[in-house]
């Protein structure tokens, strides 16, 4: 059975930091494109950014470049998102993704896989 398990979310001051793991089980990990999306309240679903699984490369959304920084551990299984120079408009629940087989995908439907979510709240 395929799952994501993210953790590492709570309650943040602007400016601060904060660390999201996801642990990927169930599914070959070094074929895939690990990534995350976020959904604020009254918001659609948004890309944030992901590690594609060929060349190494991460790749992000324009909002969160220069702050965010996306790794994997393929030892693992598990993918990080490290979060720096946080904003109140950074506030959402964070949700890992996966995508089998694609390079690049930066859409809801090229993922395959989704975890259920970690709350991320910035606010002083």
């Known amino acids: 059975q395929v799952q994501l398990v993210e953790s590492g979310g709570g309650l943040v001051q602007p400016g601060g930091s904060l660390r999201l793991s996801c642990a990927a089980s169930?599914?070959?990990?070094?074929?895939?494109?690990m990534g995350w999306f976020r959904q604020a309240p009254g918001k659609e679903r948004e890309f944030v950014g992901a590690?594609?699984?060929?060349?190494?490369?991460?790749y992000y959304v324009d909002s969160v470049k220069g702050r965010f920084t996306i790794s994997r551990d393929n030892a693992k299984n598990t993918v990080y998102l490290q979060m720096n120079s946080l904003k109140p408009e950074d506030t959402a629940v964070y949700l890992c993704?996966?995508?089998?087989?694609?390079?690049?995908?930066?859409?809801?439907?090229?993922?395959?896989?989704w975890g259920q979510g970690t709350q991320v709240t910035v606010s002083s």
């Open positions: 993704v996966a995508s089998n087989g694609r390079f690049y995908p930066n859409r809801a439907r090229d993922f395959d896989y």
């Open positions: 169930g599914m070959t990990f070094g074929t895939l494109t």
């Open positions: 590690f594609s699984y060929i060349g190494g490369s991460a």
